[in-house]
């Protein structure tokens, strides 16, 4: 069998979507090479959609988030803490999704006693998530990139918050590459997994904003 140039080298694209309320994260292996116009997917896995919580715990420094998985339930002294993207976000320039779910949610779930600030509360889950995902492909040996994507509608100020994060994270130490898509654009580089079509992967390309 032919070696493949390096161009032709197969890669890991790991899509991490945090959402306000649930998040989920796919696992790409693909080749896309345009210079030789190969474009195939090797291996495909996905983290299904689970709900956006960190567990807080109090200890003598203060509160302390844990990344709470699928499948995780907090211990008897932690408290769940939600919402944070939301928090997040609307903290700096009072915009967020789903300002109305949160609403209700809030006036009919109590309030959480426990909890870190939304910077920390974003990482935890953001790096748990990540590593969710990067389990599933980091014996593979082959580049990973990381997709962080957010809301079409996402205001500068807060895409600034998301890429403040995650060069804070162990996201940028894991991968050799962080990139940053639309939901748009991911759900459409999805689509092309799942017609199985062989197109481009389109939100590879993806390495800066506007
Ligand atoms: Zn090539």
Redesign the pocket.
């Known amino acids: 069998m032919e070696e493949n140039?390096p161009?032709?080298q197969p890669h890991v694209v790991i899509g991490l979507d945090v959402g306000t309320t649930y998040s989920g994260a796919y696992i790409i292996e693909a080749i896309n090479?345009l210079?030789?116009e190969?474009h195939e997917i090797l291996d495909f896995d996905s983290i299904h959609k689970f709900q956006s919580l960190v567990a807080v715990s109090l200890d003598n420094n203060g509160p302390k988030a844990r990344f709470l998985g699928p499948f995780e339930k907090p211990h008897d002294d932690e408290e769940i803490q939600r919402f944070f993207k939301f928090d997040l976000f609307y903290e700096f320039n009072r915009s967020a999704e789903n300002t109305g779910l949160v609403t209700w949610v809030r006036e009919n779930d109590g309030h959480e006693a426990k909890k870190v600030g939304t910077h920390n509360a974003f990482k935890t889950f953001l790096e748990g998530l990540f590593i969710l995902a990067f389990e599933k492909c980091k014996d593979k040996g082959v580049p990973i990139t990381t997709a962080i994507t957010y809301p079409r509608k996402l205001s500068r100020s807060s895409f600034s918050i998301i890429q403040h994060i995650v060069s804070k994270s162990t996201i940028p130490n894991q991968c050799s590459k962080v990139i940053y898509g639309s939901e748009a654009e991911a759900a459409l580089a999805g689509a092309f997994h799942l017609l199985e079509t062989r197109g481009p992967i389109q939100v590879y390309y993806l390495s800066s904003l506007y």
């Open positions: 140039p161009c032709c090479c210079t030789h190969r």
